[in-house]
């Protein structure tokens, strides 16, 4: 059973387009993450948080912002989408004590960009 | 710095085949390893891991032994089903690092 949850798990859309990818989790973890994830499958960081009104960008420069101002959500914003963005978006999250090095993830919301 | 490095694939193997699947590790320090699954139209699961040296992971019918001496953390399986078609990610972190530092991926077809 899942306990991180992204929405919409596909998504079609034209250029210019505003969007955002919806990334909610019930564990109460603290750390929260954005990977993109090319079609060759390699993953990369692009955002990341500790908690509440805390964001980071990872190692992928990307054009998406994200925002942290509930412990359990950590929307994805594109602007202004382009082709370049199509990709799959995978969220993660993390808690403390004995599960603290382990990622939990959500299903993946896979964008396309016509 | 911290890297992963992860034999690359595809793979392909008949059912009850053997599997290993290579993975060597740079880090500093002592890190806590781990191979993650990603089945088609999914986000990635923990299979197993391994947070110091000699420790063996197990899960499923996998195995990886965490082995300090050859930076390594292969992932094996005696006998693969169709349903072990996936890809498989090599992992590591360090106790306060920001991240976990994924290999490339590795995916597995097994045939019937």
């Known amino acids: 059973e899942a306990d991180i949850y992204q929405t919409p798990r596909y998504l079609v859309i034209g250029t210019g387009k505003k969007i955002t990818l919806e990334c909610s989790q019930t564990m109460g973890h603290d750390k929260m993450y954005w990977y993109q994830q090319d079609p060759g499958m390699e993953l990369h960081l692009i955002h990341y948080?500790?908690?509440?009104?805390?964001?980071e960008k990872g190692d992928l420069s990307s054009e998406s912002t994200v925002s942290r101002i509930r412990t359990e959500h950590f929307p994805l914003t594109l602007e202004s989408a382009r082709p370049s963005h199509t990709s799959q978006y995978l969220c993660?999250?993390?808690?403390?004590?004995?599960?603290?090095?382990?990622?939990?993830f959500g299903a993946g919301s896979r964008l396309t960009v016509l | 710095g911290n890297s992963v490095t992860q034999m690359e694939g595809p793979v392909t193997l008949s059912e009850e085949a053997f599997l290993t699947i290579n993975c060597t590790y740079t880090?500093?320090?002592?890190?806590?390893l781990f191979w993650y699954v990603q089945y088609p139209g999914e986000g990635l699961q923990l299979l197993l891991k391994?947070?110091?040296?000699?420790d063996k992971g197990s899960n499923k019918g996998f195995e990886a032994t965490y082995r300090k001496e050859t930076t390594s953390f292969h992932l094996e399986k005696g006998s693969v089903q169709v349903s072990d078609s996936a890809v498989y990610f090599c992992?590591?972190?360090?106790?306060?690092?920001?991240?976990?530092?994924f290999g490339t991926g590795t995916r597995l077809t097994v045939i019937p």
């Open positions: 948080s500790y908690g509440v009104n805390s964001t």
């Open positions: 992992a590591l972190t360090r106790d306060g690092a920001n991240n976990l530092f």
């Open positions: 880090a500093t320090g002592y890190p806590s």
């Open positions: 391994a947070t110091k040296a000699d």
């Open positions: 993660a999250s993390r808690g403390r004590g004995s599960g603290a090095n382990v990622l939990t």
